[in-house]
T-cell receptor, first 112, second 115 residues
């Protein structure tokens, strides 16, 4: 998997938007960008993925830079339940048929 | 639709004993993955299967670890003999086969403690 760089931790207030950055300067043209999160005492949970265009789903939005060397996961209105470790991953084969390499991720703290 | 089911949720056993962890992937998913999570090393891929065939076991730490997938709906991860340093949370995940961008779905994990 191509290498990604994320801040170790971020803090935000409840009901405010959160922007979680990820740098992936060695990304190749066919690498998808995946985001997972892990809530305390649970397994990782898929959040969103994209290739070139920005993506939205019920959980979050993914903004991908035009040169694809960075991306931002956007939680539009954070709740206490969004407190988790967020992982930005570039799977080797797109995400399905190969294992994932998890880095340290970003520990998101939500203040009430 | 049921997610990935792992059992047991917790296992405490003494050093030297055989440990078997079980996983039932999501029906229709052709790829199955075993991961291990510790404070020191984070989440690591141990092995993965595609259509019940082991594809990459380079993450298996030692010969004491073995994994099987006898059919599309069941997989086991076995440690024999177990050692205290094997204490960790073991996760199983599954995904549809070979489709670009398909996410992996994780179970709730088995928390293993070797005394």
């Amino acid at each position: 998997d191509a290498k990604t760089t994320q801040p170790n931790s971020m803090e935000s207030n409840e009901e405010e938007p959160v922007h979680l950055p990820c740098n992936h300067s060695t990304i190749s043209g066919t690498d998808y960008i995946h985001w997972y999160r892990q809530l305390p005492s649970q397994g990782p949970e898929y959040v969103i993925h994209g290739l070139t265009s920005n993506v939205n789903n019920r959980m979050a939005s993914l903004a991908i830079a035009e040169d694809r060397k960075s991306s931002t996961l956007i939680l539009h209105r954070a709740t206490l339940r969004d407190a988790a470790v967020y992982y930005c991953i570039l799977p080797f084969s797109g995400g399905g048929a190969d294992g994932l390499t998890f880095g340290k991720g970003t520990h998101l703290i939500i203040q009430p | 639709d049921a997610g990935v089911i792992q059992s047991p949720r917790h296992e405490v056993t003494e050093m030297g004993q055989e440990v078997t962890l079980r996983c039932k992937p999501i029906s229709g998913h052709n790829s199955l993955f075993w991961y291990r999570q510790t404070m020191m090393r984070g989440l690591e891929l141990l092995i993965y299967f595609n259509n019940n065939v082991p594809i990459d076991d380079s993450g298996m730490p030692e010969d004491r670890f073995s994994a099987k997938m006898p059919n599309a709906s069941f997989s086991t991860l076995k440690i024999q003999p177990s050692e205290p340093r094997d204490s960790a949370v073991y996760f199983c995940a599954s995904s549809p086969d070979g489709q670009e961008g398909q996410p992996q779905h994780f179970g709730d994990g088995t928390r293993l403690s070797i005394l």
